[in-house]
């Protein structure tokens, strides 16, 4: 595919590559519809290859359904260890609720009540190889703040 990019296009690029490479990295684009922040996220997550996820939206989809999309989401960075890039717009904003949890990601990385019990043991045993390979104690709330 032939791309022509202006010089602010690709310093946009680097500064959203730069951001989502980061622990916990967390990007806000702003602007009007159309100026190209989907565009330019997607190849920022192209470059740094990671996977670019979002939901789909559609007349049936809940918070039960958002919080499915992101507990796959977070399985796959957390457990398999994938370089993921969430991409949420605001036109997926069907449920004010939406946002609590938008926050709490955004905020801390800990969803609450994403997971059940039950799922944080498995996944705590999951990523407990890891843990120990990182020379990091080997305790439940070590696993799940690697995880996290």
């Known amino acids: 595919m032939?791309?022509?990019?202006?010089?602010?296009?690709?310093?946009h690029?680097?500064?959203?590559?730069?951001?989502?490479?980061?622990?916990?990295?967390?990007a806000l684009l702003v602007g009007v519809g159309g100026s190209g922040k989907q565009?330019?996220?997607?190849?920022a997550s192209f470059i740094c290859q990671y996977t670019?996820?979002?939901?789909?939206?559609?007349?049936?989809?809940?918070l039960n359904d958002l919080k499915t999309d992101l507990?796959?989401?977070?399985?796959?960075?957390?457990?398999?260890?994938?370089?993921?890039m969430f991409l949420f717009t605001?036109?997926?904003?069907?449920?004010?609720?939406?946002?609590?949890?938008?926050?709490?990601l955004l905020s801390s990385g800990e969803i609450s009540d994403l997971f059940a019990a039950e799922d944080i043991d498995g996944i705590v045993n999951n990523v407990r190889p890891a843990v120990k390979s990182e020379g990091i104690i080997d305790s439940k709330d070590n696993c799940w703040h690697f995880f996290i």
Not at 13 to 26: F, P
Not at 39 to 43: A, G, I, P, R
Not at 90 to 104: A, C, L, P
């Open 39 to 43: 565009s330019l996220s997607t190849l």
């Open 90 to 104: 605001e036109g997926q904003i069907t449920n004010e609720k939406f946002m609590v949890s938008i926050n709490d």
């Open 52 to 62: 670019k996820t979002t939901i789909m939206i559609s007349s049936t989809y809940g």
């Open 71 to 84: 507990q796959n989401m977070y399985l796959k960075a957390g457990q398999k260890d994938e370089g993921i």
């Open 2 to 11: 032939d791309l022509v990019l202006f010089e602010d296009a690709m310093k």
């Open 13 to 26: 690029v680097c500064k959203i590559s730069r951001i989502i490479t980061a622990d916990m990295g967390h």
